[in-house]
């Protein structure tokens, strides 16, 4: 098992649908940290908001995010 640390006072965890994203918010970061689980690394992020984000979901093509201190933000798969 490995680690995927953010320093974020990680708090709410959501799974993509098909398992390969695990997006991680944070009690101390205004920051979205979005996870590989393939590999378990940290493959992106989004923001800083102008808060901490809690509570948050996203959308069903993983394409955006809605939390209480944001009204979107893009949150897309890169191409490759």
């Known amino acids: 098992i490995d680690k995927i640390r953010t320093e974020s006072g990680v708090h709410n965890t959501i799974f993509g649908w098909d398992g390969a994203e695990v997006y991680l918010a944070g009690l101390k970061s205004p920051v979205l940290t979005i996870a590989s689980t393939k590999d378990h690394s940290i ?3 989004v923001g800083p908001f102008g808060n901490r984000i809690r509570p948050f979901t996203i ?4 394409t955006g995010s809605v939390s209480s201190t944001s ?3 893009s949150a897309s798969r890169s191409a490759t």
Do not use: I, Q, S
């Open 43 to 45: 493959a992106r992020t």
């Open 59 to 62: 959308n069903g093509r993983e």
């Open 71 to 73: 009204t979107n933000c």
